[in-house]
C-alpha cells in the first residue's frame, strides 16, 4: 500500500485538515510514481528515504504561496507500530512557491528507528527548490542531511546527500534530456550499506532521454558514471 487515508476538513471554505492513515511521504522530491517526477528515473538518495508513512497529518495552507503541515507517524516507513511507540516520531513540512516558476521546501522528522536491533534516535532534513528556467528549461537542486545516534560510542553518524537535475524539454513535450549529479557522504553506511563495511563516498552523474505519452506509458535511456 503506498497511499490510503481519509481527511476531515475543519472549517468550510478553509484548507485547513486532519489526514489519518497510510500518506505519501513529507519527505523528498521524488514520488514512487515515476511518471510524476522530474524523470523517469530517481536520484539515489529518493530510494533511501520513505516513499510513504503512517500516522496523522494537520496541513494548512494560509495563501497559494505557502503550505504548512505537521505529522505524527509510526516511524521511518512504517505501517504499524506498538501502542507504547506511538507520538516517538514527528514530521514537519514547509513550502513556499511564490508563483509557477519557483518553489522552495523543507521537509523534517525526528524519530526512533530500529539499528543493529537497537533503538536510535535519527534527525532528517530534507530541503530542496524547483527552478522553472524557461518554458522547455527546469531546474530542481537539493541537500538532505541526517544526524542518528552512534552504536558504540556516545555521539552521533552524521550523512549528506547534495544532488543537482536538469531538465530539457524537446520540441515536442513528449522528449526530455536530463542531467543529474549527486555527492553522498555516508561513512558510517547508516542509510547507504556497503556489503564489504567499506565508507559510503559517491559521486554520480547520470544523462536520461526520456519519452512520455500523455496518458501512462514512458520510456527511458540513461547512462551513468560512478566514482
Do not use: C
Not at 536520484?43 to 503541515?69: F, M
Not at 516520531?89 to 513550502?95: A, H, K, T, V
Amino acid at each position: 500500500i503506498g497511499e490510503a487515508y481519509v481527511g476531515y476538513r475543519f472549517i468550510k471554505n478553509q484548507p485547513l485538515w486532519l489526514d489519518a492513515g497510510v500518506l505519501p511521504s513529507h519527505i523528498g522530491a521524488e514520488s514512487y510514481i515515476g511518471k510524476e517526477n522530474f524523470a523517469a528515473t530517481r536520484a539515489l538518495v529518493s530510494d533511501q528515504t520513505p516513499y510513504y508513512e503512517t500516522g496523522i497529518r494537520i496541513s494548512y495552507r494560509p495563501s497559494e504561496k505557502w503550505y504548512l503541515s505537521m505529522l505524527t507517524l509510526n516511524g521511518w516507513q512504517r505501517i504499524t507500530a506498538p501502542l507504547n511507540k506511538i507520538g516517538d516520531n514527528w514530521g514537519m513540512q514547509i513550502q513556499y512557491s511564490p508563483n509557477q516558476h519557483f518553489l522552495v521546501n523543507n521537509s523534517s522528522f525526528i524519530g526512533k528507528v530500529q539499528d543493529q536491533n537497537e533503538e536510535k534516535t535519527r534527525i532528517y532534513s530534507n530541503t530542496y527548490a524547483f527552478v522553472k528556467l524557461t518554458k522547455r528549461d527546469q531546474l530542481q537542486l537539493g541537500w538532505d542531511i541526517g544526524f542518528q545516534d552512534r552504536t558504540d560510542t556516545k555521539g552521533v553518524y552524521v550523512w549528506n546527500d547534495f544532488w543537482l537535475q536538469y531538465r530539457h524539454s524537446m520540441l515536442s513535450d513528449k522528449w526530455a534530456v536530463l542531467l543529474r549529479a549527486e555527492k553522498i557522504s555516508d561513512p558510517n553506511n547508516v542509510l547507504y550499506k556497503d556489503p564489504l563495511g567499506a565508507k559510503f563516498i559517491l559521486n554520480h552523474l547520470s544523462a536520461n532521454i526520456d519519452w512520455k505519452d500523455r496518458k501512462s506509458t514512458s520510456l527511458n535511456s540513461s547512462h551513468s558514471s560512478v566514482s
